[in-house]
Protein backbone atom coordinates (compact mmCIF):
# COMPACT_ATOMS: atom_id res chain seq x y z
CA UNK A 1 0.00 0.00 0.00
CA UNK A 2 1.11 3.69 -0.74
CA UNK A 3 0.24 6.78 1.24
CA UNK A 4 1.02 10.07 0.12
CA UNK A 5 -0.09 13.03 2.09
CA UNK A 6 0.70 16.83 1.02
CA UNK A 7 -0.24 20.36 2.32
CA UNK A 8 -0.22 22.55 -0.74
CA UNK A 9 -1.04 25.51 0.44
CA UNK A 10 -2.99 28.12 2.81
CA UNK A 11 -3.16 31.34 2.03
CA UNK A 12 -5.90 34.46 3.00
CA UNK A 13 -6.93 36.90 -0.05
CA UNK A 14 -9.56 39.35 -0.14
CA UNK A 15 -11.29 38.09 3.53
CA UNK A 16 -10.86 34.45 2.09
CA UNK A 17 -9.06 31.41 3.49
CA UNK A 18 -8.56 28.51 1.13
CA UNK A 19 -6.71 25.84 1.68
CA UNK A 20 -5.71 23.02 -1.28
CA UNK A 21 -4.50 19.51 -0.04
CA UNK A 22 -3.81 16.29 -1.76
CA UNK A 23 -4.46 12.48 -0.33
CA UNK A 24 -3.77 9.57 -2.26
CA UNK A 25 -4.06 6.12 -1.41
CA UNK A 26 -2.98 3.35 -3.78
CA UNK A 27 -5.06 0.05 -2.60
CA UNK A 28 -4.23 -3.41 -4.08
CA UNK A 29 -7.17 -6.36 -3.84
CA UNK A 30 -4.77 -8.20 -1.54
CA UNK A 31 -5.14 -6.18 0.94
CA UNK A 32 -8.07 -6.76 4.01
CA UNK A 33 -10.57 -3.99 3.77
CA UNK A 34 -10.57 -3.20 7.29
CA UNK A 35 -6.85 -2.33 6.55
CA UNK A 36 -7.46 -0.18 3.78
CA UNK A 37 -10.71 1.84 5.67
CA UNK A 38 -7.83 2.16 8.50
CA UNK A 39 -5.31 4.14 6.04
CA UNK A 40 -7.83 6.18 4.61
CA UNK A 41 -9.27 7.32 8.34
CA UNK A 42 -6.09 8.06 9.47
CA UNK A 43 -4.70 10.07 6.78
CA UNK A 44 -7.72 12.17 6.94
CA UNK A 45 -7.17 12.81 10.54
CA UNK A 46 -3.75 13.68 9.56
CA UNK A 47 -4.71 16.30 6.69
CA UNK A 48 -7.28 18.05 9.40
CA UNK A 49 -4.19 18.11 11.65
CA UNK A 50 -1.83 19.41 9.04
CA UNK A 51 -4.17 21.87 8.25
CA UNK A 52 -4.60 22.89 11.67
CA UNK A 53 -0.70 23.66 12.71
CA UNK A 54 0.70 24.30 9.39
CA UNK A 55 1.76 28.44 8.27
CA UNK A 56 0.80 30.14 5.27
CA UNK A 57 2.22 28.95 2.03
CA UNK A 58 2.41 30.31 -1.60
CA UNK A 59 4.53 30.29 -4.48
CA UNK A 60 4.23 30.76 -7.89
CA UNK A 61 5.61 26.94 -9.20
CA UNK A 62 1.61 26.02 -9.41
CA UNK A 63 0.54 29.15 -10.28
CA UNK A 64 0.77 32.26 -12.51
CA UNK A 65 1.07 36.13 -12.12
CA UNK A 66 -0.36 39.24 -14.38
CA UNK A 67 2.10 41.89 -14.26
CA UNK A 68 2.52 45.22 -17.00
CA UNK A 69 3.08 48.68 -17.29
CA UNK A 70 -0.01 51.57 -16.91
CA UNK A 71 0.49 54.61 -19.29
CA UNK A 72 -1.99 57.11 -20.92
CA UNK A 73 -2.28 58.14 -24.59
CA UNK A 74 0.99 60.23 -25.03
CA UNK A 75 3.10 57.54 -23.24
CA UNK A 76 3.78 58.87 -20.14
CA UNK A 77 3.28 56.27 -16.99
CA UNK A 78 0.72 56.25 -14.51
CA UNK A 79 1.29 56.18 -10.91
CA UNK A 80 -0.94 55.30 -7.93
CA UNK A 81 -3.45 53.86 -10.62
CA UNK A 82 -5.72 51.01 -8.81
CA UNK A 83 -6.19 47.65 -10.59
CA UNK A 84 -8.82 44.63 -9.98
CA UNK A 85 -8.19 41.31 -11.37
CA UNK A 86 -11.40 38.88 -10.91
CA UNK A 87 -10.86 35.25 -11.82
CA UNK A 88 -14.40 34.47 -14.02
CA UNK A 89 -14.66 30.78 -12.35
CA UNK A 90 -14.31 31.06 -8.56
CA UNK A 91 -14.92 35.33 -8.49
CA UNK A 92 -11.24 35.27 -6.57
CA UNK A 93 -10.43 38.89 -6.83
CA UNK A 94 -6.89 40.59 -6.39
CA UNK A 95 -5.91 44.11 -6.05
CA UNK A 96 -2.76 46.20 -7.11
CA UNK A 97 -1.16 49.61 -7.53
CA UNK A 98 0.97 50.89 -10.30
CA UNK A 99 4.37 51.93 -8.46
CA UNK A 100 5.50 55.58 -9.08
CA UNK A 101 7.40 53.99 -13.10
CA UNK A 102 3.79 52.87 -13.60
CA UNK A 103 4.59 49.46 -13.34
CA UNK A 104 2.49 46.89 -11.59
CA UNK A 105 2.25 43.00 -10.84
CA UNK A 106 -0.56 40.32 -9.04
CA UNK A 107 1.73 37.49 -8.07
CA UNK A 108 1.33 34.36 -6.90
CA UNK A 109 -2.64 34.42 -8.68
CA UNK A 110 -4.42 31.16 -9.34
CA UNK A 111 -4.67 29.87 -13.03
CA UNK A 112 -7.79 30.69 -15.03
CA UNK A 113 -9.49 33.66 -17.04
CA UNK A 114 -9.43 37.05 -15.82
CA UNK A 115 -10.92 40.20 -16.21
CA UNK A 116 -8.73 43.47 -15.23
CA UNK A 117 -10.35 46.89 -13.96
CA UNK A 118 -8.14 50.01 -13.80
CA UNK A 119 -8.88 53.07 -12.00
CA UNK A 120 -6.97 56.35 -12.43
CA UNK A 121 -7.97 59.86 -11.56
CA UNK A 122 -8.88 61.72 -14.49
CA UNK A 123 -8.91 58.72 -17.14
CA UNK A 124 -11.44 56.23 -18.08
CA UNK A 125 -11.60 53.35 -16.10
CA UNK A 126 -11.42 50.09 -18.74
CA UNK A 127 -11.53 46.33 -17.98
CA UNK A 128 -9.98 43.77 -20.02
CA UNK A 129 -11.34 40.72 -20.74
CA UNK A 130 -10.40 37.37 -21.09
CA UNK A 131 -6.72 36.92 -19.81
CA UNK A 132 -5.32 34.03 -19.37
CA UNK A 133 -2.89 32.88 -16.88
CA UNK A 134 -1.14 30.07 -16.87
CA UNK A 135 0.89 27.70 -14.47
CA UNK A 136 4.72 28.96 -13.86
CA UNK A 137 3.78 31.82 -16.41
CA UNK A 138 3.25 35.31 -16.31
CA UNK A 139 1.03 36.81 -18.71
CA UNK A 140 2.12 40.51 -19.80
CA UNK A 141 -0.67 42.96 -19.77
CA UNK A 142 0.04 46.67 -20.65
CA UNK A 143 -2.35 49.29 -20.64
CA UNK A 144 -3.40 52.26 -22.62
CA UNK A 145 -5.73 54.74 -20.46
CA UNK A 146 -7.72 57.56 -22.05
CA UNK A 147 -8.58 60.84 -20.49
CA UNK A 148 -12.13 60.97 -19.31
CA UNK A 149 -14.16 60.54 -15.91
CA UNK A 150 -13.31 57.86 -14.13
CA UNK A 151 -17.27 57.01 -13.97
CA UNK A 152 -16.91 56.06 -17.79
CA UNK A 153 -16.67 52.49 -18.13
CA UNK A 154 -14.56 50.46 -21.26
CA UNK A 155 -14.18 46.68 -22.49
CA UNK A 156 -11.61 45.61 -23.55
CA UNK A 157 -11.56 42.27 -24.99
CA UNK A 158 -7.77 40.89 -24.12
CA UNK A 159 -7.92 37.14 -24.99
CA UNK A 160 -5.69 37.19 -27.61
CA UNK A 161 -1.86 35.13 -26.79
CA UNK A 162 0.38 37.68 -25.02
CA UNK A 163 4.59 37.40 -25.60
CA UNK A 164 6.39 35.68 -22.46
CA UNK A 165 8.39 39.27 -21.51
CA UNK A 166 8.37 39.01 -17.83
CA UNK A 167 10.31 35.89 -17.32
CA UNK A 168 13.83 34.82 -18.72
CA UNK A 169 12.60 30.84 -18.03
CA UNK A 170 11.72 29.10 -22.01
CA UNK A 171 9.02 26.21 -21.39
CA UNK A 172 5.85 24.92 -22.70
CA UNK A 173 2.68 24.96 -20.99
CA UNK A 174 0.13 21.49 -21.87
CA UNK A 175 -3.60 23.07 -21.43
CA UNK A 176 -6.25 20.25 -19.97
CA UNK A 177 -7.80 20.12 -23.63
CA UNK A 178 -4.81 18.29 -24.74
CA UNK A 179 -4.78 16.06 -21.53
CA UNK A 180 -7.91 15.18 -22.49
CA UNK A 181 -8.44 14.96 -26.07
CA UNK A 182 -4.72 13.89 -26.95
CA UNK A 183 -4.13 9.72 -26.85
CA UNK A 184 -2.55 7.93 -24.14
CA UNK A 185 -1.32 4.73 -23.94
CA UNK A 186 -2.82 2.54 -21.00
CA UNK A 187 -0.03 1.34 -19.24
CA UNK A 188 2.66 2.91 -17.34
CA UNK A 189 5.98 1.60 -15.82
CA UNK A 190 4.99 1.03 -12.73
CA UNK A 191 1.22 1.03 -11.63
CA UNK A 192 0.17 -0.15 -15.68
CA UNK A 193 -2.20 3.24 -15.85
CA UNK A 194 -2.42 6.37 -17.74
CA UNK A 195 0.47 8.12 -16.87
CA UNK A 196 -0.01 12.13 -16.65
CA UNK A 197 3.65 12.16 -17.36
CA UNK A 198 3.95 10.99 -20.72
CA UNK A 199 2.37 14.17 -22.14
CA UNK A 200 6.19 15.68 -21.18
CA UNK A 201 7.09 14.13 -24.38
CA UNK A 202 5.53 17.37 -26.04
CA UNK A 203 7.84 19.43 -25.45
CA UNK A 204 10.75 20.27 -27.31
CA UNK A 205 13.99 19.02 -25.55
CA UNK A 206 12.14 15.67 -23.87
CA UNK A 207 12.92 12.43 -25.62
CA UNK A 208 12.73 8.66 -24.28
CA UNK A 209 10.40 5.88 -25.03
CA UNK A 210 7.16 7.93 -24.13
CA UNK A 211 4.54 5.63 -22.35
CA UNK A 212 5.49 2.20 -23.73
CA UNK A 213 5.85 0.45 -20.33
CA UNK A 214 7.88 -1.87 -22.22
CA UNK A 215 11.13 0.25 -22.91
CA UNK A 216 10.55 1.78 -19.51
CA UNK A 217 8.44 4.41 -20.35
CA UNK A 218 8.52 7.98 -18.55
CA UNK A 219 11.05 6.85 -16.08
CA UNK A 220 13.77 7.07 -18.97
CA UNK A 221 12.87 10.29 -20.26
CA UNK A 222 15.35 12.93 -20.26
CA UNK A 223 14.89 16.97 -20.77
CA UNK A 224 17.55 19.40 -22.18
CA UNK A 225 20.29 16.07 -21.98
CA UNK A 226 19.02 15.58 -18.08
CA UNK A 227 19.80 12.13 -16.34
CA UNK A 228 17.23 9.69 -15.55
CA UNK A 229 15.14 9.97 -12.49
CA UNK A 230 16.56 13.62 -12.27
CA UNK A 231 13.84 16.18 -13.67
CA UNK A 232 12.47 18.02 -10.45
CA UNK A 233 8.99 17.33 -10.57
CA UNK A 234 6.31 19.67 -8.71
CA UNK A 235 2.15 18.42 -8.07
CA UNK A 236 0.59 21.80 -7.12
CA UNK A 237 4.26 23.74 -6.24
CA UNK A 238 5.16 20.25 -4.00
CA UNK A 239 8.27 18.45 -4.85
CA UNK A 240 7.70 14.45 -5.75
CA UNK A 241 11.20 13.54 -5.50
CA UNK A 242 11.68 10.76 -3.21
CA UNK A 243 14.79 9.07 -1.77
CA UNK A 244 14.37 5.74 -3.58
CA UNK A 245 13.58 6.39 -7.46
CA UNK A 246 14.23 10.10 -7.45
CA UNK A 247 11.60 11.99 -9.67
CA UNK A 248 9.56 9.35 -10.62
CA UNK A 249 6.15 10.08 -10.50
CA UNK A 250 3.89 7.58 -11.49
CA UNK A 251 3.62 5.69 -8.19
CA UNK A 252 2.13 8.78 -6.52
CA UNK A 253 0.78 10.92 -9.25
CA UNK A 254 -3.03 11.42 -9.58
CA UNK A 255 -5.60 10.61 -11.95
CA UNK A 256 -4.49 11.90 -15.37
CA UNK A 257 -8.53 13.28 -15.45
CA UNK A 258 -7.31 14.98 -12.11
CA UNK A 259 -4.43 17.29 -14.05
CA UNK A 260 -5.13 20.94 -15.37
CA UNK A 261 -2.44 21.82 -16.58
CA UNK A 262 1.19 21.42 -16.49
CA UNK A 263 4.41 23.29 -17.68
CA UNK A 264 8.12 21.97 -18.55
CA UNK A 265 10.80 24.38 -18.37
CA UNK A 266 13.86 23.69 -20.18
CA UNK A 267 16.11 26.42 -20.09
CA UNK A 268 17.02 29.37 -18.01
CA UNK A 269 15.42 28.22 -14.73
CA UNK A 270 14.20 30.80 -12.55
CA UNK A 271 16.30 30.86 -8.91
CA UNK A 272 12.98 29.72 -7.35
CA UNK A 273 13.52 25.91 -8.44
CA UNK A 274 16.09 23.50 -8.24
CA UNK A 275 17.24 20.01 -7.70
CA UNK A 276 17.51 19.24 -11.48
CA UNK A 277 20.03 18.14 -13.82
CA UNK A 278 17.74 18.93 -17.32
CA UNK A 279 14.39 20.83 -16.33
CA UNK A 280 11.42 21.12 -14.30
CA UNK A 281 7.86 19.73 -14.46
CA UNK A 282 5.65 21.42 -12.11
CA UNK A 283 1.88 19.58 -12.45
CA UNK A 284 -1.29 21.82 -11.42
CA UNK A 285 -4.21 19.70 -10.24
CA UNK A 286 -8.00 20.65 -11.06
CA UNK A 287 -10.41 22.65 -8.79
CA UNK A 288 -13.53 23.30 -7.60
CA UNK A 289 -15.30 26.34 -9.46
CA UNK A 290 -18.82 28.28 -8.53
CA UNK A 291 -20.24 26.06 -11.12
CA UNK A 292 -20.77 22.03 -10.09
CA UNK A 293 -19.06 19.88 -12.84
CA UNK A 294 -17.83 16.16 -13.47
CA UNK A 295 -17.46 13.65 -15.75
CA UNK A 296 -17.51 9.75 -15.20
CA UNK A 297 -15.27 7.37 -17.81
CA UNK A 298 -14.59 4.46 -19.00
CA UNK A 299 -11.57 2.86 -20.86
CA UNK A 300 -11.85 -0.46 -22.01
CA UNK A 301 -9.62 -3.06 -23.62
CA UNK A 302 -9.97 -6.69 -24.43
CA UNK A 303 -8.64 -9.45 -26.54
CA UNK A 304 -12.16 -10.01 -28.77
CA UNK A 305 -11.66 -6.24 -30.08
CA UNK A 306 -7.80 -6.30 -30.86
CA UNK A 307 -6.24 -7.64 -34.26
CA UNK A 308 -4.13 -10.58 -34.19
CA UNK A 309 -0.33 -9.62 -35.66
CA UNK A 310 0.75 -10.66 -38.81
CA UNK A 311 3.43 -12.94 -37.21
CA UNK A 312 0.79 -14.64 -35.07
CA UNK A 313 -1.40 -15.15 -37.69
CA UNK A 314 1.55 -16.69 -39.89
CA UNK A 315 2.54 -19.16 -36.78
CA UNK A 316 -1.43 -19.89 -36.18
CA UNK A 317 -0.62 -18.45 -32.54
CA UNK A 318 -3.95 -16.72 -31.18
CA UNK A 319 -4.31 -13.08 -30.38
CA UNK A 320 -2.40 -12.24 -27.44
CA UNK A 321 -4.73 -11.63 -23.94
CA UNK A 322 -5.24 -8.24 -23.30
CA UNK A 323 -7.40 -7.50 -20.48
CA UNK A 324 -8.05 -3.98 -18.93
CA UNK A 325 -10.79 -1.52 -17.44
CA UNK A 326 -9.70 2.47 -16.60
CA UNK A 327 -12.41 4.08 -15.20
CA UNK A 328 -13.51 6.59 -12.72
CA UNK A 329 -15.07 9.74 -12.42
CA UNK A 330 -14.31 13.58 -10.99
CA UNK A 331 -16.45 15.82 -9.65
CA UNK A 332 -16.03 20.07 -7.79
CA UNK A 333 -17.69 22.71 -7.43
CA UNK A 334 -18.68 25.35 -4.50
CA UNK A 335 -19.30 23.74 -1.00
CA UNK A 336 -23.25 24.74 -0.16
CA UNK A 337 -24.82 23.42 3.00
CA UNK A 338 -28.76 24.61 2.53
CA UNK A 339 -30.02 27.11 5.12
CA UNK A 340 -26.17 27.03 6.98
CA UNK A 341 -23.46 28.13 4.32
CA UNK A 342 -23.09 29.31 0.84
CA UNK A 343 -19.70 28.96 -0.36
CA UNK A 344 -19.81 30.54 -4.12
CA UNK A 345 -16.98 32.62 -4.34
CA UNK A 346 -15.27 31.39 -1.32
CA UNK A 347 -14.82 27.96 -0.26
CA UNK A 348 -14.82 24.79 -3.24
CA UNK A 349 -13.91 21.09 -3.38
CA UNK A 350 -12.97 18.77 -5.81
CA UNK A 351 -12.94 14.66 -5.84
CA UNK A 352 -11.37 12.65 -8.13
CA UNK A 353 -11.66 8.44 -8.43
CA UNK A 354 -10.21 6.45 -10.30
CA UNK A 355 -9.81 2.34 -10.67
CA UNK A 356 -8.05 0.22 -12.67
CA UNK A 357 -8.21 -3.38 -13.31
CA UNK A 358 -5.20 -4.47 -15.21
CA UNK A 359 -3.14 -7.60 -16.48
CA UNK A 360 -1.51 -9.84 -15.22
CA UNK A 361 -3.08 -10.75 -12.07
CA UNK A 362 -6.10 -8.37 -12.86
CA UNK A 363 -5.41 -6.62 -9.38
CA UNK A 364 -7.84 -3.45 -8.71
CA UNK A 365 -5.83 -0.42 -8.34
CA UNK A 366 -8.05 3.07 -6.83
CA UNK A 367 -6.82 6.72 -6.77
CA UNK A 368 -9.04 9.03 -4.76
CA UNK A 369 -7.86 12.49 -5.02
Not at 130 to 138: C, D, F, K, N, W
Not at 199 to 223: H, M, Q, R, Y
Amino acid sequence: MLLNIRVLGIRRNSEKLTAKLIFSVVWRRDMHLQQAVKALASSLLMAFAILTFSSLAVGQANQGAIAGVVEDSTGAVVPNASLTATEKSTGTVYHAVTTSAGSYRFPNVRIGIYDLTVKATGFKSPTLTGIEVQIASTAAVDIKLTAGGSNENITVEADAPTLESETSDIGTVVGAKQILDLPLALGSTVQAMRSPEAFVFLTPGAVGPGSDSGNGGTFESKITGGQNYATEVLLDGSASTRSENGSSFDETAPSVDAIGEFKVITSTLPAEFGRTTGGVESFSTKAGTNKYHGEIYEIFRNTALDANSWGNDYLGLPTPADRQNDYGGTFGGPVVIPHLYNGKDKTFFFFSWHYDLVPPYYRGTWRQF
